[in-house]
Structures are given as structure tokens and as C-alpha cells.
């Protein structure tokens, strides 16, 4: 042989960006190799809340049922927990994650899936044992060192670091899911804004039984305010679940602009103690690390056949859990456009989409993270401690909210609105669900996006206007019960009409046979086999019976007519070749 390996996309990194995006390849049929640096996936727990969008994509790609059987269920997921310390006075209590029964209800209307929490140390090998099973090549203990890309491909050098052997993986295309330190986004100069390293944050990783503590207000996340805990970090002290309710992660901060705190085992314990409350609490470390917290977004994501996702592009602490989120969905919407481009059916114009549509999310999830980080103070302004200086200040101050005066009152209000406005990160399911996307892979319908009734970052907006993502009704018949995000299948383009629509359907069978491409038409109706059961589809479609709205593969909304026209072909036809950038 040559020496030389080939293949259709090469991915670097097995983390959420690039495990899912070889998950998301094979799903396609595209051949691809994963590699990556060390022998396994993740080695601590990291990332955790996983959201509606994502538990979406997670069942179109085949393997909802496999994450939430080793995930922690929505129900023991949300009274997100303020105290001194865990076992100390609690400070105050909020339903989050939509399991307050009045955002339950907008949660379970939203979507078929419920947010789950699932750690990575988990949810990676589920994506990497699919993948390989559906046809990744998955590598390893390889790490990429550099490569070079001209008018046919890529050529990319990388190190077997267990034989030191060096060899060429020849892609068509390259994905830099390597992190939040990229080499692949550096080597592409990737344009960057923000800063990194602006705070400095711990995590220690321990056991211990904590469920008398806990379960009789089940969340994944407690947060500490004690002395310290405004200092660095996410913005006050945290114990987060990692299993319930015997595994923990705790997030502590420190700051960044002085000595960086020598953290042992002993420490580890001390910091434990403290947070938890309890002087003399018997726990097994399992690790711990300093980190720095980062601000930092790309506003580019492409360079020729190379393509960066997940931490490449967007590096923020982890408050409102959108890391993994985030880089999982960037893999969606990248992976349906590559294969697209591979099969022939699009021009490489459309690839140009991934960067028009993913880098404003980018930057927008960058900044809401550390919002959420720095909505925090009101907090500790209304407990009155933001200004103690001392430890022992701290600690009286903290004790202001209980006093029995107009003062006191006044706190305690204060509070309380503090305590509620954090759900801008913990019920934002705006943020979470409700991306809307502006590209040439996008075709206007003429109309203008209709105007929010509703605070954008809190609730998602249910239209089918183009670039925003396909509500979710149940459908089904006498025999079956699915979501509309079931019918639109993740390999293919979708429409979606009603009976008097059905000279669309025969349109679509047309333009999908000459054009090449995966095509699917639903005719939802009395009599046929998608029916409108419950009226949800009349109620959001938005759109006359005889009307039509096309779905991409990553189910946000290409185009729609709002009612049937002179010739549905030609214009299917127009709108396909518009979006998949066919001459
Ligand atoms: P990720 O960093 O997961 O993966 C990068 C991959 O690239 C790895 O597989 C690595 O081996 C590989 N790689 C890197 N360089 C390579 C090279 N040169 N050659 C080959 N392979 C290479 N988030 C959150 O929401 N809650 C949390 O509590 C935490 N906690 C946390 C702790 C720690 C220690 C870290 C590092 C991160 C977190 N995060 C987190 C962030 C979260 O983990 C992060 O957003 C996602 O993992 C991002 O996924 P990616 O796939 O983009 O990168």
C-alpha cells in the first residue's frame, strides 16, 4: 500500500462535538474515522444537564432509550437547592429544568423528550459504541499533529502514541472537535473574540453518601454561599450530583489574578467538609483540578474543507449546562451538510451555512454562560454579603435576612426576586430549544417572523416561520402515537401538508427523484396514515390545509408556502436547489 489511509471526514476528538458527529456521519452512510488522543473518552464526570434539543437529537440519531436508561430521570433533577451549606440553613428552594408544574406543562408541549441528566463519563461511550457500530473507524491513542488541504482534500499527519508511528489519514473533510484548546482551530486561524483564563474555578470529584442531606429536595445542583464562595468560580460554591446521591462534583473558586491555591487531598477533604457542612464527613476523593473560567467565542468556523465544532468554537464555565448541549447540536446541523455534499444532492456552497448559522449561537450561549456566572451578585447583594471583607464579616452578614425589621423585609423580598430571576439559567428553555437560524439554507416565505409574545430566553418560540426549529405535535393512528420530529427523519429532507395538499406530495416524489435527494412527504388527515389526533398540527402549523412546510434534516424549517400553488413542482424544485446551493 501507500501508506496513506482514506477516508470520507475525519474527526479529531471523541468528546460530545466529535462523537457525535461520527454517530451522526455513519447514520448518513458517509464513511468517517474518529480519532483521538487518549485510550479511552472522558475521564471525569464534566458536562451533565443534557436538554430537550439535544435529548431530540439523541432520538433521531437511534439512542434516546440508551441514555436515559443510565441517565438521572427529569423528576429528580430540579429543586435547585441555595444554602450555607448543605447540611447548614437553606437559603431558599426553585423548582428547575421545567419541573415547576407550570413550566413542566411547556416543557412536556415543547418536545417528546424531557431534559435528563446523564455525565459525560457516561453519555460518550453511548455515542462512540454507536457510532463504531454503525461504521466509524475509531482510533485511539491518536493524536493529530497538522495537515494540509488543497482543491480534493485534506491531508492530515497523526501520531499512533503507542507505537510512535506517524501516517497520513487522506479525508475529503476535516472536523476539529478537539476541545476547548483546538489545535485544529488554531492551525486554520480560526478568528476568535473574547478572552480566555478570566477566573479561576476547582473541581474535586468525590464519594460520599449525602441522601439524608438531599433526597427530600432532589436536584443536580446545591449551591453554597459561605465565606469565599463570591470569589472566582461560577459565581457561588457548588456541590453538584454526579450519581445520586453517593458521587459529587464540587466547583469552587479562587482568584485568578493571585497565587493559584495548592490543592492536595487534604484540601480536596477540608473544601468538602466545608461546603457540605459537616465537620467530620467521611468521603473517598476521586480527583481534582484547577481550571480557568473562559469568554471566548469563534466568529468563523470554517476554512476551506476544515470545520471546527463544540469547545473549538466556544469556551465558557459551565454554568446553565450548555457545553455539551451546544457542541452536540453544532454536529447536527454540520453533519447533514457534509453529507449532503458528499452524496452530490448540494453544492459546497451550503457548507458555507454551518458558519452563518452555528457562529451567532456561538457567541450567544459564550455570554449567557457567563451571564448566568455573573447573575450571581444580586444574590449576595441582597443577602447583603458582597461587600465582607472577613470571614467572620461574611458570616454575620449573612445572618441580616432573618432580622425582624423593615430592613430585614426588604432583604428578604430582594431575595427572593434574586433567587427567581436565576431562571434566565435554570428554566431558560428559550435558550435551550429555541435557535433560529438565518442562511441561505433558509428560504423566506415572504413573511416576516412573527413577534414574540413571550420573553425569548425563557420560552421558545412555536412557529413553523423558515430557520425555526419544526414544533413538536403528537401524531399517529389507531395504532401509534409519534412526534412530528419522529416522521421528519434526520437522514432526509420532509414535507409536511394536509389533504387538499396532496398534489404536494406528488410534486415532492418528482423533485426528489430528479434531484437526487431523500424527500419524504407526510400527508396528515382523516382517513390517511399520519392523522392530526389531539388538533395540535392545526393549532401550530400556521399554515392553510393546502399549504406546505419543509423540513431539513436537523428539523428546522427550510421554507413554507402558506397555501397550494399554480405549480408545486417547479417551486419544491427551486426552493431544494435554493437550500442545497444547486445551480
Ligand atoms: P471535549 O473537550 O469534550 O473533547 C475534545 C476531544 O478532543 C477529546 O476527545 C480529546 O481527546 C481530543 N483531542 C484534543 N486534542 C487532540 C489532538 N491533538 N489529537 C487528537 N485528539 C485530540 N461542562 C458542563 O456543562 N458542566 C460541567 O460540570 C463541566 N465540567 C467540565 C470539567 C472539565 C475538567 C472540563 C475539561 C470540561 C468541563 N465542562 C463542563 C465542559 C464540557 O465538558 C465541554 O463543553 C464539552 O466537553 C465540549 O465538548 P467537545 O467535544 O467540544 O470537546
Known sequence: GTGIVTTDVLIVGSGPAGSSASLFLSNQGIPNIMITKYRWTANTPRAHITNQRTMEVLRDAGIEDQVLAEATPHELMGDTVYCESLAGEEIGRRPTWGTRPDRRADYELASASMPCDIPQTLLEPIMVKNAAMRGTQVQFSTEYLSHTQDADGVSVQVLNRLTGHEYTIRAKYLIGADGARSKVAADIDLPMEGLMDIGGSMNITFKADLTPLVQHRPSVLYWVFNPGSNIG????????????????????????????????????????????????????????????????????????????????????????GLGSNTSIQDSYNLAWKLAAVIKGQAGPELLETYSTERAPVAKQIVNRANQSSRDYKPIFDALGVTDAITDQEFTEKLQLRKENSPEGANRRTALRAALDAKDYEFNAQGTEIGQFYESTAVVSDGGERPALTEDELLHHQKSTFPGLRLPHAWLGNAKSKYSTH?????????????????????????????????????????????????GDWLRQREIEEDGVILVRPDKHIGWRAHAMVQDPETALSAVLSEILSID
Not at 487534604?266 to 480527583?287: F, W, Y
Open 233 to 320: 468560580g461560577l459565581g457561588a460554591g457548588l456541590i453538584r450530583m454526579v450519581r445520586p446521591w453517593n458521587e459529587w462534583l464540587i466547583c469552587w473558586g479562587f482568584d485568578i489574578n493571585g497565587e493559584p491555591p495548592v490543592l492536595d487531598k487534604d484540601e480536596a477533604i477540608r473544601i468538602i467538609r466545608n461546603l457540605v457542612g459537616v465537620a467530620d464527613l467521611d468521603v473517598e476523593i476521586l480527583g481534582y483540578s484547577l481550571w480557568g473560567n473562559n469568554e471566548q467565542w469563534a466568529t468563523h468556523l470554517q476554512k476551506g474543507r476544515v470545520f471546527c465544532a463544540g469547545d473549538a468554537i466556544h469556551k465558557h464555565p459551565p454554568s446553565h
Open 486 to 534: 419522529d416522521i421528519a427523519k434526520g437522514t432526509g429532507f420532509t414535507i409536511f401538508t394536509g389533504i387538499t395538499g396532496e398534489a404536494w406530495a406528488d410534486a415532492a416524489a418528482r423533485v426528489a427523484d430528479r434531484l437526487g435527494v431523500e424527500l419524504k412527504a407526510v400527508v396528515i388527515g382523516e382517513g390517511r396514515e399520519v392523522q392530526d389526533l389531539y
